[in-house]
């Protein structure tokens, strides 16, 4: 029997996620699911019990609770990390494989920050990155935030939603040179569609399919989060934006701050950035 590939799915927020995975959910091999958040319940919030392997097992509980896996009914009697975590991906695996899978998909963008968990708990997992411009991404955060403030955690101003996305940046363009992790740039996939998620089906060991590309509505219908209103439409996104929800919804001071932050980060030029670790990844 062919060995399960276990796939995350990362970015920061408002990056593009739901777009790329509701494209590789329309693939006939993979399988895929709402957010699950699990990683982020999962990890110990005390620096101790976390080095310790210590589970934050009532918010574990919760999360696992709604990935909704009747093969493994009974819940991991532990108070490790690390057998959650082993039976979350059984969990996975049983449920792709009952849909006839070979791989499955999970994408919380915010498990960006628990790469270092799941690569100690899941070892033989891959990664993909979805990296889009900061302007872009800093004004999509802003409008999301404002215009959904409770299911958002309140809103943000433009300060600490620039800082979550140089943060974030970091992070996917640290990780992107080794060989489990592969950076999408967010413009490629809308400009050369075919040739970005051709690429990625490479990595992936999956054959390209242009289905892929028209049927990425169906794969969203498959993945949608419920109440998460502010990803409607984002499967039928196949043209650039680029520039304008950062020039509708920021201030012209506020847009002068952004590119300044973006500017002192150095992470002006994305695309040589990611060249940059293209390179890295192939040696």
């Not at 699911?33 to 918010?59: C, S, Y």
């Amino acid at each position: 029997m062919k060995l399960m590939t276990r796939v995350f799915l990362v970015g920061c927020p408002r990056s593009g996620t739901t777009l790329l995975q509701s494209i590789l959910a329309a693939h006939p091999h993979v399988w895929s699911l709402p957010e699950t958040h699990f990683f982020h319940h999962l990890i110990h919030r005390k620096k101790k019990a976390r080095t310790l392997g210590f589970a934050n097992t009532a918010e574990a509980r919760k999360a696992f609770s709604a990935i909704n896996c009747r093969t493994l009914p009974k819940f991991p009697a532990s108070i490790f990390a690390r057998k959650w975590a082993e039976c979350f991906a059984r969990c996975l695996d049983a449920r792709a494989a009952a849909e006839g899978k070979n791989m499955w998909m999970e994408k919380t963008p915010r498990h960006l920050h628990s790469i270092e968990w799941i690569e100690r708990y899941i070892p033989a997992a891959k990664f993909i990155h979805v990296v889009r411009e900061g302007t872009d991404t800093v004004a999509s955060l802003y409008e999301v935030t404002h215009k959904y403030p409770e299911e958002w955690g309140g809103t943000r101003d433009v300060e600490r939603c620039c800082r979550r996305w140089v943060d974030d940046v970091r992070l996917s363009l640290a990780a992107g040179a080794r060989r489990n992790h592969r950076i999408v740039l967010y413009d490629e996939l809308i400009t050369a569609p075919a040739r970005s998620v051709a690429d990625l089906c490479t990595y992936l060991g999956i054959p390209f399919r242009q289905e892929m590309l028209t049927d990425a509505e169906k794969g969203y219908e498959k993945v949608k989060e419920a109440g998460a209103e502010w990803t409607a439409g984002a499967a039928k996104q196949v043209y650039s934006t680029a520039g304008w929800k950062f020039r509708s919804c920021l201030s012209a001071d506020e847009q002068r701050h952004v590119l300044d932050q973006i500017s002192l980060a150095g992470l002006s030029d994305l695309r040589a950035l990611l060249a940059e670790v293209s390179r890295g990844n192939r040696q």
